[in-house]
């Protein structure tokens, strides 16, 4: 039976940035993903740029070279390849963990079972853990009927097939104003539907002031202090000042945010705030209350999001393995 020394839940920039770290040092290592390479970042919208500029997105040292000042998606989506590549990591793509389970006379390692894409099962084992699987594939429901029609999504990927059609937007962060725009200068009649009095501040600072001149000048329909009461076939019905509108929607996009996979980290022992579902870990070591299981990137957010992104993320997994990599060195010292 083979026990590795580090398993790395997820190909993400943290997760590759763990691995490097392992690599480096000489664990015995593998990523464990159940979607593709960066999987969050291929599912963004297509002509997504990043809010921050090459350099913050750059791990193992290697340059991420851009004609621009923000890099795009698509160039990530190819630095990532390169990074992969140069490093020659060992990745596991369309396996995902179901379960976490400790074993050994001591408790010393765990058995992680994954279920393939085509549906085997599997049993890996290793003496530590490191969950860097982000929060994307976790949108956060609103909770009202309809909101699993077929027309409804908590994603945007292109506005070509929007081009002459409805379509209401309920959100009011940075994905919600951007697909409101880039809808809206496809064609579309744009609605935008949010239950705080404004926008977020934290929206993109080039995106804001576009988003409130188009709502201003009445280019995208901004309904502020409403909220969605149900969801129809051919139309949206919102609440505001206690009246309530029907309004026409041939798509829905419930751009409402994203939350970490609560499920998972339960089922691996980790102790979850009950109203914030963050995490409990060690800052300084980003160890979970079980010990050998580590939380890097995305992984350590609860409901906030806003406060973790690749720029920071990526060193987590440089401290974790050098904790790892401490205690695999006192270890060797006491058995000898």
Known sequence: MQIRDVTIVGAGPAGLAAAIAAKQVGLDYSIIEKGVLVNSIYKFPANMIFFTTPELLEIGGLPLVSPFEKPTRIEALRYYRRVVDKYELAIEFGEQVIAVDREGSANETFAI?????KGVRRIRHSRNLIFAIGYFD????????????PHVSHYYNESHGFY?????????????????????????????????????PSIKYW?????????????????????????QP?????????????????????????HPDGDL?????????R????????????ETNVPGVFLAGGAICGRDTSNIFIENGRFHGETIIKTIAQRRAVRGAVTR
Do not use: C, W
């Open 138 to 149: 976790h949108p956060n429901f609103i909770g009202v009927p309809g909101e699993n029609l």
């Open 234 to 258: 051919t139309q949206v019905i919102v609440e505001r000042d206690g009246a309530r509108e029907e309004i026409p929607a041939d798509a829905v996009f419930l751009l409402t945010g994203y």
């Open 265 to 273: 980290y339960r089922r691996a022992g980790i102790r979850l705030h």
């Open 275 to 286: 109203e914030t579902m963050s995490p409990e870990f060690n800052p300084e070591t980003f």
């Open 113 to 117: 079972e994954t279920r393939s894409e």
């Open 207 to 231: 995106v804001k002031p576009d988003i409130e001149n188009r709502i201003k000048e009445g280019s995208v329909r901004g309904l502020f202090n409403t909220k969605v009461v149900e969801i």
């Open 164 to 200: 002459r059609k409805n379509v209401v937007i309920v959100g009011g962060g940075n994905s919600a104003a951007e697909t409101a725009l880039e809808l809206y200068r496809s064609g579309a009649t744009v609605t935008l539907v949010h239950r705080h009095p404004q926008l977020k």
